[in-house]
């Protein structure tokens, strides 16, 4: 059986180590014995990074105001009237909305069914041969340094219950966590929602003010909403809160700059 699993296995890096185990084979020490409780000030939280809400909405503010900003002042550049920006705002703003939308769904779905379907594989290897996949379990740990006794203990206190044994098996095998397959459904919500709210930032500007008075008020407002989101994503990361800002910026201006160009040398040359 083992030699039917090699074929379609990749082995991962160590995404989830496994938990100690004694080498002496009289079971798990009992709890407060290790570090732990001894050094209390060492415990650690970790932020869940891999919720797919969570990543849309940050790509799909940045995207909303990024895109828009630019389709925006690029019409704008050709000097074009100010209903003619605000139609292609709003069209920029629906179309991006819903294109996000639907590529995080799309994408999401086929990694979860792509996901499922390694499941369905392990867990019916589970099921033909629970002592070849056993004794493979065994030998992962082994590689990971514990000893052959201690291996195999670990590995048969994992393949006690059908749930346990899956867990243990998608973590060291695919890398993956069986319980934490997310739902394509938030994602992309979250896109449609912050696309729309960062693409309507340089575009409510053209809806009260006109000319040069309405492009200088929509950058200014891109630009504000650059610095916030940097900072967002620097407490997010820990990294540097004025550089993550000022990276932000950088692209937003950049991005919205050209276009504007463009359309001023496109604008200038069918009116002439």
Known sequence: MRGFLRSRRRRSPALARPAPAPSNGEGPSPAGSNGAELHPEAEHHHRNVQGGAARAAVFGVSDGLVTNVSLILGVAGAQTAPSYVR????????????SMAAGEYVSMSA???????ELDVERRALHLAPEAEQEELAQIY?????????ASYLAEMMMRTPEMALEAHAREEIGIDPSALLSPYPAALSSLASFTLGA???LVPWFFLTGGAAVAVSVSAVAV???????LL????GRSAVRSAIRQIVVSMLAAGVTYLVGRVVGASVAH
Do not use: C, H, K, N
């Open 111 to 117: 990694q979860r069914e792509l996901l499922g379907r």
């Open 142 to 150: 082994e590689r990971r340094g514990l000893t052959s006794e201690a």
């Open 225 to 231: 909403s650059s610095l916030v989101i940097g900072w």
């Open 200 to 202: 309507a930032v340089p």
């Open 87 to 98: 139609l292609a705002g709003f069209a920029g703003l629906l179309a991006g909305a819903f």
């Open 234 to 237: 620097s407490q997010a990361t």
